[in-house]
């Protein structure tokens, strides 16, 4: 918990940043209007057509420039967040074999060289991250694209405007998925591989993904201007985007990496950004009351502790993993050190979500009751359990993490843990997260504190309760292996009417909360704080946001 004497140090380097960020920092030119974001990334995320860090990359570098198949409603502050048509019109499964869709692709759309999107762009983009031997596979497109939607096997041209898809196993949840494959052009990067100099085909078609990540052209509402990495990003309207209603509102968006929270306050409050995202919390009350504009809104967004399940993991006692997730004060946590900014997690989902279920055991704060468990399971004041956990030290979603892991730290010590913290990039947590508990880059921690998004089936369950997601194919860092999980994964994967899937996969979160299978701790608001100069906002109830709405006074 932060101390009065470490706000005021807090709030005395923010005044200083302030000054010496507004000295260094070259002013805009005023002839267009340009919106800057500082973000929470150490570097610009990936630019190629699949980005990294996490699902801020998809945010800044995915979204903007690049559309996929399908898409998200996030048109609304107060409705949930939807899958939507994208480059695609309409879709259907196969009623005699459910392993088959037919998408209808939309007409008239071009990539921002000037070339059509047709249904060879789209085979093409399949191509990249799942045919070994196709000239534009990418190997490194491949880890944050594929396990993103591990049952898609295939893709196949019907004619011009149709593509069948095909998975390996019915998969209800293949459209929402596919929210995550960006489409890139194929005639760009062509014009890279043919310029390219490489000893063999391989080498000139890793010349062309970089050339092209420095010149990229997708079919988004916003086109790439220039490019320094670790620097920043720029990128302009796209005037002709095919859907009018978003064709952006102001001329450029420049896209600043600022890790550090109050490095990016600072920068906010001396005027070199328009908009920063996740502030220092205790530095609200003088943004509001210098005038600065605040959002907030309750996001499908969890932030836990993902538990090693292997041998040895001092989690796989259940007494001790139930103990860890009452010995949290989760209001304490968001009325002090996160000022409001967080809602307390007790699962994945809260009550009134369809997947919510009705789990037996209640995750709450009792300390009485987590130490009981814990002197069950062998500990106590003078007989503490160490446990490790790796984190960052900022990131996509990871809110504050190192305040918050120093404030679960001190409360889990009442509990008779001992816990330590292996404090990594957040980049490289990213990567780890990918690799599993058993990989070296885990350096023997018990646990990830990776935050995830709980949009989708597959992302806010599947990927870290099925025995078949553990590393390397997605993301059960635990190699969780419960037969109960597995059963139940199955039955709502090739469930297609929607009521009865949402059943099962209630079902699925009820089972996984009673097994406590994370120390599940909030769900972010993602926390934006912007000049009063930005109009137009609207915060969804969503991980991503549409800058194309905004508009700059």
């Not at 198949?69 to 695609?88: Q, R």
């Not at 409360?411 to 947590?429: G, H, K, P, R, S």
Request: glycine share 6%.
């Amino acid at each position: 918990m932060l101390t009065k004497k470490k706000k005021n140090t807090r709030a005395a380097l923010i005044a200083v940043l302030a000054l010496t960020t507004a000295a260094a920092w070259p002013r805009e030119a005023s002839a267009e209007t340009v919106l800057r974001i500082g973000m929470t990334a150490a570097d610009i995320p990936r630019t190629l057509g699949q980005p990294d860090q996490g699902f801020e990359g998809n945010r800044f570098t995915g979204l903007t420039m690049y559309d996929a198949l399908t898409g998200w409603d996030l048109s609304s502050a107060e409705k949930a967040s939807v899958v939507i048509p994208g480059l695609a019109t309409e879709w259907k499964v196969d009623d005699a074999d459910k392993t088959k869709w037919v998408f209808k692709l939309r007409p008239g759309v071009t990539f921002h060289d000037g070339s059509p999107f047709n249904a060879d762009a789209v085979v093409w983009n399949v191509e990249k991250v799942l045919k070994q031997d196709a000239p534009q596979f990418d190997a490194s497109q491949v880890g944050v694209t594929a396990s993103r939607m591990p049952t898609l096997a295939s893709a196949k041209k019907i004619d011009d405007m149709t593509v069948e898809l095909t998975t390996k196993e019915p998969d209800s949840f293949l459209p929402i998925n596919l929210t995550n494959l960006f489409m890139a052009s194929p005639a760009k990067w062509q014009h890279f591989y043919d310029k390219a100099e490489g000893a063999d085909a391989k080498a000139k078609s890793q010349a062309a993904w970089t050339a092209f990540a420095k010149d990229a052209a997708g079919t988004g509402p916003w086109k790439m201007a220039s490019f320094t990495p670790r620097e920043r990003l720029e990128l302009v309207k796209n005037a002709s985007y095919w859907d009018k209603a978003r064709v952006p509102k102001v001329d450029k968006m420049v896209l600043l990496p600022m890790p550090e929270a109050n490095a990016r306050t600072a920068a906010l409050l001396s005027g070199q950004v328009d908009w920063v995202e996740a502030p220092a919390p205790d530095a609200l009350p003088e943004l509001k009351q210098r005038g600065f504009k605040l959002y907030a809104n309750e996001q499908p967004h969890v932030w836990p502790w993902q538990f090693s399940r292997v041998e040895g993991s001092p989690w796989n006692d259940i007494r001790v993993r139930k103990a860890a997730n009452l010995c949290v004060d989760r209001e304490g946590l968001k009325d002090g050190l996160l000022a409001g900014l967080m809602v307390p997690a007790t699962g994945t989902f809260e009550p009134g979500h369809p997947w919510r279920g009705k789990p037996s055991f209640e995750i709450k704060y009792d300390k009485a009751a987590a130490q009981k468990l814990m002197q069950e399971a062998g500990f106590g004041p003078n007989k503490k359990l160490t446990v490790k956990t790796q984190t960052s030290a900022s990131g996509s979603g990871q809110m504050q993490p190192l305040p918050m892991n120093e404030y679960l730290q001190q409360a889990l010590a009442e509990c008779y843990f001992d816990v330590q913290l292996d404090v990594i990039e957040w980049n490289t947590l990213f990567t780890n997260w990918r690799r599993g508990a058993k990989d070296p880059s885990a350096n023997g921690s018990h646990a990830t504190n990776v935050t995830y998004a709980a949009m989708d089936p597959f992302f806010a369950l599947v990927r870290f309760l099925q025995s078949g997601m553990a590393p390397p194919v997605s993301n059960n860092w635990g190699f969780i292996n419960n037969p109960k999980f597995d059963e139940l994964v199955k039955k709502a994967r090739q469930t297609f009417d929607p009521a009865a899937r949402d059943a099962a996969l209630a079902e699925l979160h009820a089972a996984s909360v009673d097994d406590a299978a994370f120390l599940y701790v909030a769900h972010d608001v993602g926390p934006r704080a912007m000049s009063p100069k930005v109009t137009g906002v609207v915060q969804p109830k969503s991980w991503f946001i549409d800058f194309s709405l905004v508009s700059m006074k």
